[in-house]
């Protein structure tokens, strides 16, 4: 099968896919999956999917499998170099015009074979020495990259461009624009403890490569678009400050939504986009519409009853916030001790008649949190660390309540920058945590956590009043919290994210060196606190957002 025809095959397979025949795409690629370099990543791309969304071991083991099959199958095209030239690996116009057409798309392919490997890599095994092989394989697929987008420089001028070199270009821009905008998120400390010597993040470039691909109509524009969609709808919003790029998300996903209406990726980005706007009616509709639009892939399920436990938590609507969060502590295996830690949070919300109709325990459901409690690459998940120390308060025999779980959790997911969208649904979150604090202070007997509980409520009490545009009240509520950093016992994470969040809110005043001081402070000054990785990605962001060149940091 000559390369054209694999190209157009594929791109048929794509159809298929993102028409939910996901076991359709995989058939029409498995028999050439073996021989011809595109089926082969076509169809080890999905089974790499599958993995990531089911958590399944063995599906993890037949995805790096055929990983390992599809890497062979590029290695066969790819031109085979004497040592030396791979070791001096220098480009050079004299060995571009050696490399044929098949040859140059056997090394992009062989560089996003490997890429996949690795993240596969890092979810299936504990140990350091898996996660150094991994880090020694996104190094080379690096590499692959900077090399072909050096071809891709050297041959711009070239007047025989047909179909084929456009799909050469397309997966060039893919890699160098996602490596680009992947590593410019990474905190500085984060990117030295990777080694990743020589590489450098560029946001800007990182995006537009992006932009460049996903406006193309190569194979991989939707792999472009797709990465973009994620980095507008989650990754700007857990990792970054919440200030997420919606209008050119909408016009991404449009003409794919046109092409697939229902197609059950576009109405979930759909769906997220209306909950990023603040339609979370509209965007309960539109997740039902993808629950229902197959039944395949349960998984997306599953991402949708997420989705929907938070839509339902920003309305307050405890017991349908809890109908999915049950639903994910059942079905989903991707972090059990996060679901019923926050099933118990949100049945913490509940009033007494709800809860007992419910028939769940609280106390055991908190008990259980400790147990479930998973490894990636050998490291605790920070959220699932968080979830475990709150969840200890239920651990002996006289448990102390926790104070609003599901609003300290909505914290961590940078929740209030979403429902900050509504000013009506925040005002009913204030009038909650104000209930909260009345009932905290006229508690006659203190336990050792009463510092730390009125330190939370301060914090969000504080977001809630500046999306509603009552700054002084929220720089009040913020200043309380940092002024008791003595006191806090348990939750030292309180005061670092609230240094952030103040520098935050003095940079929507236009206090630009003020905004500086405290968020350097928020970073600089505090260690071994829970959820700290994220905190220092917040950091990154927002400084960036600051232009404040990370250098002049110690």
Request: net charge neutral.
């Amino acid at each position: 099968m000559d390369l054209k025809s694999a190209l157009e095959e594929c791109s048929m397979a794509l159809n298929l896919f993102l028409n939910n025949k996901f076991s359709e795409a995989l058939d029409l690629l498995r028999p050439w999956s073996k021989d011809s370099m595109y089926h082969a990543l076509g169809y080890s791309t999905i089974l790499v999917m599958q993995a990531a969304m089911t958590f399944e071991q063995q599906d993890i083991q037949m995805g790096i499998s055929t990983m390992k099959e599809a890497l062979q199958t590029c290695q066969r095209f790819r031109k085979r170099s004497t040592v030396v030239e791979s070791l001096s690996n220098l480009v050079s116009k004299q060995s571009v015009d050696q490399l044929s057409e098949e040859e140059m798309h056997a090394e992009i392919c062989y560089a996003e074979c490997l890429l996949q490997k690795a993240a596969l890599t890092f979810v299936q095994d504990e140990n350091m020495i898996n996660f150094i092989k991994g880090g020694l394989k996104i190094r080379t697929s690096y590499q692959i990259y900077k090399e072909c987008h050096q071809v891709l420089q050297m041959t711009q001028g070239n007047k025989s461009k047909n179909e084929t070199y456009y799909q050469f270009e397309g997966g060039v821009k893919l890699g160098i624009g996602a490596f680009n905008l992947m590593l410019s998120l990474l905190p500085g400390r984060i990117l030295r403890l990777l080694e990743f010597i020589g590489f450098s993040g560029n946001r800007e470039l990182g995006l537009c490569q992006l932009r460049e691909g996903a406006s193309g109509s190569s194979l991989r524009a939707i792999l472009c678009t797709f990465t973009l969609l994620v980095y507008h709808t989650y990754v700007s919003l857990i990792l970054g400050t919440g200030e997420a790029n919606l209008e050119e998300a909408d016009s991404l996903l449009e003409p794919y939504l046109q092409k697939f209406p229902n197609g059950s990726i576009m109405l979930f980005y759909a769906a997220r986009i209306d909950i990023l706007k603040g339609n979370f009616e509209k965007a309960q509709l539109r997740f039902q519409e993808c629950i229902a639009a197959q039944q395949e892939w349960k998984q997306i399920h599953h991402l949708c009853y997420w989705e929907l436990m938070w839509c339902y938590t920003y309305q307050q609507n405890w017991l349908q916030a809890y109908r999915y969060a049950d639903l994910l502590s059942k079905e989903n295996r991707w972090s059990k001790a996060m679901y019923v830690f926050q099933k118990a949070a949100i049945l913490c919300m509940l009033p007494e008649d709800d809860l007992k109709r419910t028939g769940e325990d609280i106390v055991s459901l908190f008990r259980q949190v400790d147990g479930l409690k998973q490894r990636i690459a050998g490291k605790s998940i920070p959220t699932e660390k968080f979830a475990v120390r709150k969840a200890r308060r239920y651990a002996s025999s006289q448990p102390v309540k926790l104070i609003l779980p599901a609003l300290e959790m909505m914290y961590v997911w940078n929740g209030f920058a979403i429902v900050g969208k509504r000013a009506d649904l925040t005002e009913n979150l204030l009038v909650t945590i104000e209930k909260e604090e009345t009932a905290l202070q006229n508690e006659t007997n203190h336990n050792e956590y009463y510092t730390d509980d009125v330190c939370m409520l301060q914090l969000l009490k504080g977001l809630c009043l500046k999306h509603l545009g009552r700054l002084m009240q929220a720089e009040l509520c913020f200043s309380k919290v940092i002024q008791s950093e003595k006191q806090v016992k348990y939750d030292s994470y309180l005061v670092p994210f609230t240094l952030y969040e103040l520098g935050l809110l003095y940079k929507q005043q236009d206090e630009r060196e003020k905004a500086i001081r405290y968020i350097e402070t928020a970073k600089n000054n505090y260690k071994e606190y829970s959820m700290e990785s994220r905190l220092h990605f917040r950091i990154h962001a927002a400084l960036d957002s600051l232009k404040v060149s990370p250098a002049s940091t110690p």
